[in-house]
């Protein structure tokens, strides 16, 4: 089955850090550009980051910018996503996915691109 697992989740308290791990299951991640998405219950899944085979990324959320640091290891099969200064806001289900469109670079915006292969997710959060 080709799907990310996603893992590095948990409860942290505002102003705290966390490392997000995406590991690719059944496929290469080698010339696929990887999308991070978060999801709170009731609302619509909201694209945060992505990172293109080139290792440039696009943040999709202006709040992450100088927060959250997307990353890639293609020789671990992994993608990064680094948060610092966590905000209650952050608090959602953290996802990563491939795009459909121009699979290896990065859409300028996550509504210009089905995206496929979600994992479960891992829950994150944020609250004192």
């Known amino acids: 089955q080709v799907q990310f697992v996603e893992s590095g989740g948990g409860l942290v308290q505002p102003g705290e850090s966390l490392r997000l791990s995406c590991v690719a299951s059944g496929f290469s991640l080698n010339y696929k550009a990887i999308g991070w998405f978060r999801q709170v219950p009731g609302k619509e899944r909201e694209g945060v980051s992505c990172?293109?085979?080139?290792?440039?990324?696009?943040d999709f959320v202006d709040s992450v910018r100088g927060r959250f640091t997307t990353s890639r290891d293609d020789a671990a099969n992994t993608v990064y996503l680094e948060m610092s200064n966590l905000k209650p806001e952050d608090t959602a289900v953290y996802y990563c996915?491939?795009?459909?469109?121009?699979?290896?670079?990065?859409?300028?915006?996550?509504?210009?691109?089905?995206?496929?292969?979600w994992g479960q997710g891992t829950q994150v959060t944020v609250s004192s």
């Open positions: 996915a491939l795009p459909e469109v121009a699979p290896m670079l990065c859409p300028q915006d996550p509504s210009l691109s089905p995206w496929h292969s």
């Open positions: 990172i293109s085979i080139h290792h440039a990324v696009t």
